[in-house]
């Protein structure tokens, strides 16, 4: 049987085009129809479940879907980035939540409710409770952006492993079934815990192997994350640093990524015929993202919940309406300049990177 297994793994794998073989274990205990890929770079391991292995007598096309999956994530090199992420988030858990809950959430219990200060200073501590409470409510929000760009991630790693799935000849139709089962009224409620999940619902993962426009164009959550993390970066940054290189440093890295997101978005519609990308709405996305990453840490913080001058936040939201605007017309100007060529323009886009640095770090810089 056991034979039979790895003569299996070596057919898939070479459709799948992998030089090396995974090696193949079997995990007894599980007995759900399912597989997981881990272990270092070169040296990968394709574990199977016991129930995986039952569910090939009866449903061949399923388990060549679920092997080929995983193989994918070999293909796409995104088990190390899987291993980062769950890694970074147990560091900041550990190493940051929990200590952080614990010095500020108990010198404000025990200055409130008891009377002893310790951590707080007694001279100035009625009003130093207001800065307290906000310090616990700004950590509450990293602490919720940092599970929803983990969530995210994991997500579409496996979106696009299911793509590449059904690319080296996985039968789509292994995805119908179940996410029939599971496709009943979409509701903001459902729609807002769908975000904190690490793995698609069935029902999304078979709308993205219908029509990908997910995975290529500009959504909301990943924008204003990327603008949240930019400013407090920067505002973090700026106080170790020179403000202005802080300023270039964290202004290229966020125009760079977001230079080839509205890129592909503004491809994807050209190839499928459809309609471009929301700049509107992806700008809006992005610039609540900066007004959130200045309200958080930047010169604006302050004790109270809400800046005495809000003027600057509305630049930013403003400007990154016109930011993602202006990089999307870029896109279409160069595609409309250059009908019929398919391959992806890297010189432009590489152009347009190098203008929007410049931008995005005079704008952190003002």
């Known amino acids: 049987m056991e034979t039979h297994h790895q003569r299996q793994r070596a057919v898939l794998a070479a459709r799948a085009g992998m030089r090396s073989l995974p090696d193949l274990v079997v995990d007894r205990s599980a007995l ?31 388990f060549e879907a679920v092997v080929l999956h995983e193989l994918a994530h070999i293909r796409h090199r995104d088990v190390d980035i899987a291993y980062a992420v769950t890694a970074l988030w147990r560091v900041f858990l550990a190493l940051v939540v929990v200590p952080y809950t614990l010095l500020i959430g108990g010198s404000l219990v025990s200055a409130q409710f008891f009377g002893v200060f310790w951590g707080a200073d007694e001279v100035f501590w009625p009003a130093g409770r207001p800065a307290t409470v906000k310090a616990i409510g700004v950590a509450a929000f990293l602490f919720v952006l940092v599970v929803l760009a983990r969530a995210d991630t994991l997500r579409h790693r496996e979106l696009y492993a299911d793509r590449s799935a059904v690319a080296l000849g996985a039968d789509p139709a292994v995805w119908q079934p179940r996410s029939e089962g599971h496709a009943p009224g979409r509701t903001v409620l459902r729609a807002v815990a769908a975000l904190w999940r690490s793995h698609p ?19 909301d959550m990943p924008l204003f994350l990327l603008g949240v993390v930019t400013l407090v970066t920067g505002n973090s940054l700026s106080s170790a640093w020179d403000r202005g290189i802080a300023a270039w440093v964290v202004g290229c890295l966020a125009a760079c990524v977001v230079t080839v997101a509205v890129w592909r978005a503004v491809l994807y519609a050209a190839h499928s015929k459809t309609a471009g990308p929301r700049c509107i709405r992806a700008g809006l996305a992005l610039g609540f993202g900066l007004v959130c990453g200045e309200l958080l840490s930047g010169p604006t913080a302050a004790p109270d919940w809400t800046p005495e001058h809000g003027e600057p936040l509305v630049v930013l939201l403003l400007g990154s309406v016109v930011y993602v605007t202006w990089l999307a017309q870029c896109a279409q100007l160069h595609l409309r300049t250059t009908p019929g060529k398919r391959a992806v323009p890297r010189r432009a886009v590489l152009a347009a990177a190098a203008a929007g640095s410049v931008v995005a770090a005079a704008g952190l810089n003002w």
């Not at 619902?201 to 959504?219: I, K, Q, V």
């Open 201 to 219: 619902s069935w029902s999304e993962r078979r709308r993205s192997l219908r029509d990908p426009a997910g995975l290529f164009t500009l959504t």
């Open 32 to 62: 759900d129809p399912g597989a997981v890929v881990y272990g270092r770079a070169g040296r990968r391991t394709l574990c199977l479940n016991n129930g995986l292995l039952h569910t090939r007598r009866v449903d061949t096309a399923r």
